[in-house]
């Protein structure tokens, strides 16, 4: 058994064990596997063990590895290749997007999962309608003070702005909010953030009914059992998987890192 499969049965465990103590179907949570700085091999590998989703941070470094991936993914049934695909598995922006790389990251991504801004959200409608594509969006909550934490302040103007405008950027498809929780801080104060995030999906879902906002975004390596039991939808793990990040690529984690 490698690495990586050895790891992906302790997740797993975690994950339903989580469910059970939350009176959850396992069924509800989706497992995002983040591999970010970690080679095409590892991402061919985690989709040969049944993974289906995956998170990257950077345009750029994805940019690089989709070209490997490519060679290994199977034709899809209408014989599109226009998007990251391996087998059924999809590959989402998970980190901070400029909106001059809009274009590109519609190009190679079947989601983006860290709008943050307006101007972000009518770039990428653009993109996507020239592309032909409706792209799965999810809006990036900022939910604690720290000031590298990228994502959208929820009581700020911008992001009723936002919410207002979704509706009608017909190209953007909305499923729903992420957040990152703060590290290294106390337990009450992670799953404080997280309870914070499911009731801001909630006011959002009463008072925007056209938009879609089922997923609920929450949890990494550190933390996901929390966010399952307090309503988790998607965790999005990377070290638990793959192991350690460089050192440099951990840094970027920390402020979200940069696309
Ligand atoms: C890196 C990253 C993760 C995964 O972090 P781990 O602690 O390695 O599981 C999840 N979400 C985002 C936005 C990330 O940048």
Request: with cysteine.
């Amino acid at each position: 058994m490698t690495a990586l499969a050895e790891n992906l049965e302790r997740v797993e465990a975690a994950i339903q064990e989580a469910c059970r103590r939350a009176g959850r179907p396992r069924a509800e949570v989706e497992l995002m596997a983040v591999s970010k700085t970690h080679p095409a091999a590892a991402i061919i590998e985690a989709a040969g063990l049944g993974l289906t989703l995956f998170g990257e941070n950077r345009v750029q470094e994805f940019g690089g590895k989709a070209a490997e991936v490519e060679a290994l993914r199977r034709p899809r049934a209408n014989g599109s290749a226009d998007s990251a695909v391996i087998g059924s598995a999809r590959v989402h922006l998970i980190g901070h997007l400029q909106s001059n790389k809009a274009q590109r990251a519609v190009e190679l991504f079947d989601g983006i999962d860290s709008l943050d801004s307006v101007r972000l959200a009518e770039r990428l409608n653009e993109a996507a309608g020239r592309l032909g594509k409706r792209l799965p969006v999810l809006i990036e909550v900022k939910l604690s003070p720290e000031e590298s934490k990228a994502g959208l302040v929820p009581d700020s103007a911008e992001a009723a702005e936002l919410l207002e405008l979704l509706p009608s950027l017909e190209h953007l498809d909305t499923r729903g909010v992420m957040t990152i929780a703060p590290l290294g801080v106390p337990e009450e104060e992670t799953r404080a953030c997280f309870r914070s995030l499911h009731k801001w999906r909630e006011r959002w879902a009463a008072a925007y009914p056209k938009l879609g906002l089922d997923v609920l975004s929450m949890g990494m390596s550190g933390d996901f059992s929390l966010a399952i039991e307090e309503g988790a939808t998607r965790i999005r793990v990377g070290t638990a998987l793959f192991g350690a990040r460089p050192a440099l690529a951990t840094a970027q984690a920390g402020s979200a890192g940069a696309a």
